[in-house]
């Protein structure tokens, strides 16, 4: 005969969790099609995820999109 713990539940990913995820999207959006929109927003993202409690991914969001802001800057 099994026991169950009771009924098996989905944890929810977290808010903090959802911004820094959004944060990596923009960076790579920034990358691909409109730098300065999606960058800035992949920076406010990942720093309102890190803030949240997502802290070492929402500060690596935060700098991915700083990065590729950076680097559009000295293409264009």
């Known amino acids: 005969m099994a026991f169950s713990n009771g009924p098996r539940t989905r944890s929810r990913p977290s808010?903090?969790?959802?911004?820094?995820?959004?944060?990596?999207?923009?960076?790579?959006?920034?990358?691909l099609v409109a730098p300065l929109i999606f960058a800035v927003l992949g920076i406010i993202l990942?720093?309102?995820?890190?803030?949240?409690?997502?802290?070492?991914?929402?500060?690596?969001?935060?700098?991915?999109?700083l990065l590729v802001l950076l680097l559009t800057a000295l293409i264009i």
């Open 15 to 31: 808010t903090a969790r959802i911004c820094t995820i959004a944060g990596f999207v923009c960076a790579v959006l920034a990358l």
């Open 46 to 65: 990942g720093v309102v995820g890190a803030y949240l409690g997502d802290r070492p991914l929402g500060w690596y969001a935060a700098g991915a999109s």
